[in-house]
């Protein structure tokens, strides 16, 4: 029977690349975003090129109701979930302590720590039915702190620490438990963060060879298959060019 993986925020970047990794691999797929027709076109695309069952949910992981309404109470054939993906997210704003806007902070904290949170929760009870698996999205900036980084590094703080939270706490019910952490990856990320102004976005990938969305998608199919008894507690990668996150080397 095919596994099945729920992935959070799989109408663009990461969450996309990772449903065509599954999807390839025979993995059935549960997608969320918020943008319905974005959501669609990814889930008709993978149905038709891979012949896999796909459920679209369309809510926004900050309202806790819509995430257990949709997530804690799925279709009975869709029960089974092997792994979560906690991946949808976004920075928004690069500003000093001083500038940044109150309302910035508020979605970052609500959609990266507390939609993260609702999400585990309402679909722990099927992962510890299946002895299953959360794969976390952290960040470099969940490892260091650069400047007028402050609040979306916190949230990928705190993205770090729950993920060895729930490592522990998940124990007793055999559920592995991982954060993978990237630095630089090509995406809409930094189009949200700079508020759709494109040329701030494309400054940050210029002069390097970014990571790209895929090299995610690697990371995450690796994590998912080894053996029962293995689990990956931590992964941080970045291109070749960068050092941490502040260094990027551009020739
Ligand atoms: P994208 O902007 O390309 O994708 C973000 C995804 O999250 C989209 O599918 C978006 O869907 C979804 N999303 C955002 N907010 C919400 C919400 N409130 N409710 C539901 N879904 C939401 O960026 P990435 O793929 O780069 O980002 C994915 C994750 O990776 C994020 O957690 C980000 O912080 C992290 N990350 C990114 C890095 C990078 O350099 N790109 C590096 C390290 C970590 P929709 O808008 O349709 O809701
Ligand atoms: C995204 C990478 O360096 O913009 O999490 O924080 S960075």
Known sequence: MSKIILITGASSGFGKAIAEKFAAGGWNLILTARRK???????????????????????????????????????????????????????????????ANLEDWETMIDTNVKG?????????????????????????AGKEVYKDGNVYCATKHA????????????????????????????TEFSLVRFKGDASKAAAVYEGYTPLQPADIAETAWYVANLPKHVCINDIVMTC????????????
């Open 37 to 99: 027709e974005k959501l669609a076109a990814v889930a008709e695309n993978l149905e038709k090129q891979f012949g896999v069952k796909i459920l679209s949910l369309v809510f926004d992981v900050q309202n806790k109701e819509s995430v257990f309404e949709n997530l804690g109470n799925l279709p009975a054939e869709w029960q089974a979930v092997d792994l979560l993906v906690n991946n949808a997210g976004l920075a928004l704003g690069r500003d000093s302590f001083l500038d």
């Open 116 to 140: 993260l949170l609702y999400a585990s929760k309402a679909v722990l009870p099927y992962l510890i039915k299946q002895e299953g698996h959360i794969i976390n999205i952290g960040s470099t």
């Open 240 to 251: 070749l060019a960068q050092g941490n996150s502040t260094m990027i080397h551009k020739d």
């Open 159 to 186: 993205v770090d620490v729950i993920t060895k939270a729930q490592r522990i706490d998940l124990l007793p019910y055999h559920i592995k438990v991982t954060a993978i952490h990237p630095g630089a990856v090509e």
